[in-house]
């Protein structure tokens, strides 16, 4: 099939064709300096530890994608994550007390969860795709709401009483093999003194993968998906070739909710207990990892797979100067510059391979 | 992304006049129906201690909003100011402790801790200036980046802590006021009277806090200059429509640098009241969301995301709503996490009058 | 009534502003009717109504003698009715092909009941398109971004035939044009008027307009103020329609002095 390359000779055009590719580059150098500095880094264990702490970042970066390169930006998906945990871990205590099995109070509080976490995102989408309110207000607002529902419900400090089981499987791997025995899945088995139990992928990154592989997928190959990038790069030729803009924002926002919904369960589930601020803090990790990884806030371009490499450097950061015992506001400079440094490359190496997202 | 992109096709309605001039001041109606309500439920609400308690507590986000008004209205955003402010706070109480712990007096180490901070504040602006203006970095983008940066050098300087054992005076100026009454009995400027203890101190009138002063002439400089300068109608000018801005002969980098640093020197600003205020001087936590709030206050003023409209006073209207909202709920007994909900909706109602009106100038 | 488009006393209002006020106009199968008039006549939003981006504030619309509320764009399109906007209406980040299929996009099926667009499909059928009209752009893939001003109307334009329009509305199609690709324009039109299909133009180039049009509707300030069959007139009337006529003075044509 064709494509297009502005053919720069030799030494330049490679160097261009690099600057393009600066953020996996950069990745992969981040990883490797540090796995040389640091002993440990890069083990078994250190890779697990990383992907163990990665969901939130993950889900909240796949949720701003969406919304950012529909055009928008989504402002509450650190409180709805916040939300949601307290949500969940309030719902299924209750079950529990209600005299429901711990199985399935879980499995029914997810699932009531899961479906009352995306009303923020149906508010969020009325206002701004209906009641053209602009983004950065409407999930503003949004976010101040979602933020005093949760502390009311908890009553300023956290939510108790989830049973023990909902930490077994946050906190569990996808296989657990005790050498010679058993292998089992998602929960670790029993294991005697003296045993080893290795735990290979953690629940916590599993499923996350999972939907960030799906929803890569939609994003890059559903008509849906085709509307995202559409209305992002002109909505007024999105609503003259006669799409739905304005179902299409609030389906997009609704998905952002969903995500930062399922973050909060998760975090639920990996620390037993629901927090309103759990999410405040990946807010900006989550937008800064889409931006690093190409996307425009402007809207029209970026892909999942970007936003990843974005997340990943942020984590591999953080894991790093976790490990060396840097105290964690380097991480805010460290961070800070990564973004301008992002955002100036992509002017001096505009797009050689001018292929669409 | 700033903007509502989604707004091509018009609503269509013909505004009656009277309508037409209630939504423009909603925030005002709004306000005064506010006091009103909050006066009834709220214990010693309508009191003058308490309305100056309110304007006392808000001068920093009425120092934020200034800085805020100016960027909006050329289009831009300045997510920078929060920080900034807790850069500010912390240098300056860092300063103000080393130079009283060496022996200076607390008048200069007052005094310099102030300038010095100034100073360095105008640094983050220069840079989010320059990363705007001839980069081309999105402003949400730069000053977030810078913001963070800032953030990141403040917690490096305090090291998660408060800076405290400042020089004495520093709250007394802070949290004093101009006149001080015990009818009958005393009267004074700028200190308690003398010879005042215990029980009468309880009953002792005081009258316009020194932060009001300060906030008010500062307040009436800005506004002075977005109105009546060129500098301001180019600030409109550049947000209104940029392109004929630079046909029109304005230069448009040096004009942004210069907003961008007046953002940054009125988070400096801030940050040096607070650690008037409080005696302290602390770190911005992203808890804080100052700078959101700061951008609230602007818009529920009238300003609009996409530039071109707004103006200082509409921002102090948007700001001490805010306040008052906090304030009133506090005092009738109503559960703090009602506020976050409630600026919400304020906000949000703010901006959907605002679309349903569009050309109200 | 063999009319393809009528429409009665169309009427939009922008808050104190009429932008197009009681006009009513007709289009036959394969007739080209151009729709001239000045900056601000009302142009662009009378059409706007046509095709379903503004809602009229009075009137009705008949489409093959029935009456239609067309108040989305979609349903303009369901019924056959193509635009080719002054804006084009592009979508820069996404490639040609995508824009041609923009809201119509053909999809396959994967794994027996997953929907997914059908890019091969839409590159060759864009492909046979551009090499009908004879437009040359060198890689179908990449972003429309990288053409040219007339690469990019000829994709514009390309969209708008495609779809087998009944009722095809051009707004300003030759503006970014070169003389070579005006003439081409204009032949494809006057191909497309032998087929049946209907063609409102609008267009400041009076000449493209008299080369193609069978009748002219002129509006001024909201109003239609003339409406002629291209025969039994001449630009300078024309001309004197569309400013108004007493501003037409003698000053303007100096020959005619003494």
């Known amino acids: ?357 | 992304m700033n903007t509502n992109k989604y707004s091509t096709i018009s609503l269509n309605r013909n505004p009656s006049k009277f309508l037409s001039i209630f939504a423009k001041n909603w925030a005002a109606f709004f306000l005064l129906i506010l006091i009103v309500v909050f006066s009834f439920t709220g214990q010693r609400f309508f009191h003058l201690a308490n309305f100056q308690n309110i304007v006392h507590l808000s001068t920093i986000y009425l120092l934020l909003s200034s800085a805020e008004t100016f960027v909006i209205i050329t289009g831009g955003i300045d997510l920078s100011v929060g920080f900034v402010m807790g850069l500010s706070s912390v240098l300056s109480a860092t300063i103000m402790q080393r130079l009283y712990a060496a022996n200076y007096s607390p008048v200069w180490s007052i005094l310099i801790g102030c300038i010095i901070t100034l100073i360095v504040c105008i640094i983050p602006g220069f840079i989010s200036g320059v990363l705007i203006t001839k980069y081309k970095v999105p402003p949400f983008i730069a000053t977030l980046g810078v913001g963070g940066i800032a953030n990141g050098i403040t917690l490096l300087m305090c090291g998660g802590f408060p800076v405290a054992f400042l020089p004495p005076y520093l709250t007394e100026i802070g949290n004093g006021y101009l006149i001080y009454v015990l009818p009958g009995k005393a009267f004074s400027f700028f200190n308690r009277p003398e010879g005042i203890f215990g029980e009468e101190v309880k009953d002792l009138i005081r009258i316009i806090p020194n932060s009001f002063i300060f906030i008010f002439i500062i307040l009436i400089i800005l506004w002075h200059v977005l109105r009546n300068t060129r500098f301001g109608k180019h600030n409109y000018a550049i947000g209104g429509n940029m392109d004929a801005s630079v046909r029109a002969g304005i230069n448009i980098n040096k004009h942004l640098m210069t907003v961008y640093v007046l953002a940054a020197f009125l988070s400096g600003v801030a940050g040096v009241f607070n650690v008037f205020q409080t005696g302290i001087g602390n770190y911005t936590p992203f808890s804080a969301m100052y700078e959101l709030l700061a951008i609230a206050g602007v818009i529920i003023g009238g300003a609009s995301l996409m530039g071109g409209k707004g103006g200082i006073i509409g921002s102090v209207i948007g700001v001490i709503l805010i306040s008052v909202i906090e304030n009133g709920l506090h005092l009738s007994g109503v559960d703090p996490f009602y506020r976050f909900i409630a600026v919400g909706l304020v906000l949000i109602i703010a901006v959907v009058i605002d679309q349903s009106f569009p050309d109200l100038l | 009534m063999g009319y393809l488009l009528e429409v009665k006393n169309l009427t939009k209002r922008f808050g104190g502003l009429v932008a197009v006020d009681n006009v009513s106009m007709e289009v036959k199968e394969g007739e080209v009717v151009g729709l001239l008039g000045d900056n601000g006549a009302g142009k662009s939003t009378l059409i706007k109504m046509i095709s379903g981006v503004y809602r009229p504030d009075g009137g009705k619309i008949f489409f093959e003698g029935k009456e239609v509320k067309i108040d989305s764009p979609i349903k303009a399109l369901s019924i056959a009715i193509e635009t080719l906007y002054q804006d084009l209406a592009l979508a820069e980040n996404l490639n040609v092909y995508s824009n041609i299929f923009l809201g119509r996009e053909k999809l396959r099926k994967v794994l027996k009941f997953i929907n997914v667009l059908d890019n091969n499909y839409m590159h060759e059928e864009s492909k046979k398109i551009l090499e009908r009209l004879e437009i040359e752009i060198p890689s179908l893939r990449n972003r429309i971004s990288m053409l040219s001003g007339g690469q990019r109307q000829a994709v514009a334009i390309s969209r708008s035939i495609y779809w087998n329009a009944k009722l095809l509305i051009m707004d300003e199609p030759t503006a970014a044009l070169g003389i070579t690709e005006q003439k081409k324009v204009l032949d494809l039109i006057n191909k497309l008027k032998s087929q049946g299909i209907g063609i409102i133009i609008i267009s400041h180039q009076l000449y493209d307009v008299f080369s193609v049009s069978d009748r002219l509707v002129i509006l001024r300030r909201g109003k239609k103020v003339g409406e002629r069959n291209i025969k039994e007139t001449n630009p300078d009337e024309i001309v004197s329609l569309i400013v108004g006529a007493e501003k037409v003075s003698e000053k303007i044509y100096p020959e005619d002095r003494n």
């Open chain 1, 1 to 357: 099939m064709e494509k297009m390359i502005i053919e720069k000779n030799g030494i330049r055009g490679f160097f261009m064709q690099l600057g393009n590719k600066w953020a996996i580059i950069f990745l992969l150098l981040e990883f490797t300096i540090f796995s040389f500095a640091i002993p440990g880094f890069f083990s078994f264990n250190g890779i697990q530890v990383l992907l163990i702490n990665s969901p939130f970042i993950l889900l909240l970066g796949l949720a701003e994608t969406f919304v950012i390169i529909s055009g928008g930006i989504d402002l509450s998906v650190g409180f709805i994550m916040g939300f949601a945990s307290v949500v969940s871990a309030k719902l299924i205590a209750v079950f529990v007390e209600l005299g429901i099995n711990d199985l399935f109070s879980i499995i029914i509080g997810i699932i009531a969860t899961l479906i009352i976490g995306t009303i923020p995102g149906l508010v969020n989408g009325i206002l701004i795709g209906r009641l053209k309110v602009p983004a950065f207000i409407a999930t503003f607002s949004m976010l101040g709401i979602t933020h005093g529902i949760s502390e009311l419900l908890i009553e300023g400090s956290y939510a108790k009483n989830v049973p023990p089981l909902a930490g077994a499987i946050g906190n569990g791997s996808l296989i657990n093999i005790v050498p010679g025995k058993t292998v089992s899945f998602f929960i670790s088995p029993a294991v005697q003194r003296g045993e080893q139990l290795i735990e290979i992928l953690p629940n916590m990154f599993v499923i996350p993968f999972i939907i960030i592989v799906v929803f890569a997928f939609i994003l890059k190959r559903t008509k849906f998906g085709k509307h995202t990038y559409a209305i992002g790069g002109n909505v007024d030729a999105a609503i003259k070739a006669g799409i739905n803009v304005k179902n299409h924002i609030t389906k997009i926002y609704m998905l952002s909710s969903l995500f930062s919904t399922i973050a909060g369960i998760l975090y639920m589930l990996r620390f037993v207990t629901g927090k309103a601020d759990a999410g405040l803090v990946f807010l900006l990790d989550a937008i800064v990892a889409v931006v690093i990884g190409g996307a425009s806030l402007y809207g029209g371009i970026g892909t999942v797979w970007k936003t990843l490499t974005g997340c990943f450097i942020i984590l591999v950061l953080e894991m790093g100067l976790r490990m060396f015992g840097v105290p964690t506001f380097y991480k805010l400079i460290v961070v800070g510059i990564i973004l301008i440094f992002a955002v100036l490359i992509d002017q001096f190496f505009p797009e050689l391979i001018h292929k669409e997202d």
